[in-house]
T-cell receptor, first 114, second 115 residues
């Protein structure tokens, strides 16, 4: 079965630390990749997305992600986190061309200490 | 950006009653809407995919007679939880996509509590 794995379930960082959240998926064909953030009490917001082209994708709020096809990965990075980045982060994949359904990862809860 | 709203944001109902949740795309036409359920501290579980004017497609294990979905227009989909039980208490989230895009826009969610 197709799946999306986020290995880090809980991450605690101090402000200004660098962040990398892992996302791996199990599908060998064409994929579309997304990272969403859910701030406490708020709805999911898109951070960035990859459909094709440059595998290094820049998103909002200083986030970026790199698609490495050979590793089936789409890791999220930010060079210097802020307290306001405290949130839950979800990786999502649409497996296959013409497929609109997301398969979500289990989520990573990030806490940034001021 | 595209905005999706849900109503109500919170609802408490008694066991055995039915409750309807609305999902609206406010500034775009949503060809497809999705309904998710999110358990505490867990990820989103897709319940069903709803296309305007046609029957919803339910994921395996989701009871279609219990979770009735109607997508009567390009801006509105409704989820009705029929004969609700305490185990149906959860956070229900809808999302919508427009024509020719894979990006889903999410609503703020509805917290359902069944007593």
């Amino acid at each position: 079965a197709q799946s999306v794995s986020q290995h880090n379930h809980h991450v605690i960082l101090s402000e200004a630390a660098s962040l990398e959240l892992g996302c791996n998926y199990s599908y060998g064909g064409t994929v579309n990749l997304f990272w969403y953030v859910q701030y406490p009490g708020q709805h999911l917001q898109l951070l960035l997305k990859y459909f094709s082209g440059d595998p290094l994708v820049k998103g909002i709020k200083g986030f970026e992600a790199e698609f490495i096809k050979s590793k089936f990965s789409f890791n999220l990075r930010k060079p210097s986190v802020q307290w306001s980045d405290t949130a839950e982060y979800f990786c999502a994949v649409t497996p296959g061309a013409g497929t609109y359904k997301y398969i979500f990862g289990t989520g990573t809860r990030l806490k940034v200490l001021a | 950006g595209a905005v999706v709203s849900q109503h109500p944001s919170r609802v408490i109902c008694k066991s055995g009653t039915s409750v309807k949740i609305e999902c609206r795309s406010l500034d775009f036409q949503a060809t497809t809407m999705f309904w998710y359920r999110q358990f505490p501290k867990q990820s989103l579980m897709l319940m069903a995919t709803s296309n305007e004017g046609s029957k919803a497609t339910y994921e395996q294990g989701v009871e279609k007679d219990k979770f009735l979905i109607n997508h009567a227009s390009l801006t509105l989909s409704t989820l009705t939880v029929t004969s609700a039980h305490p185990e149906d208490s959860s956070f229900y989230i809808c999302s919508a996509i427009g024509t020719g895009t894979y990006e889903q826009y999410f609503g703020p969610g509805t917290r359902l509590t069944v007593t």
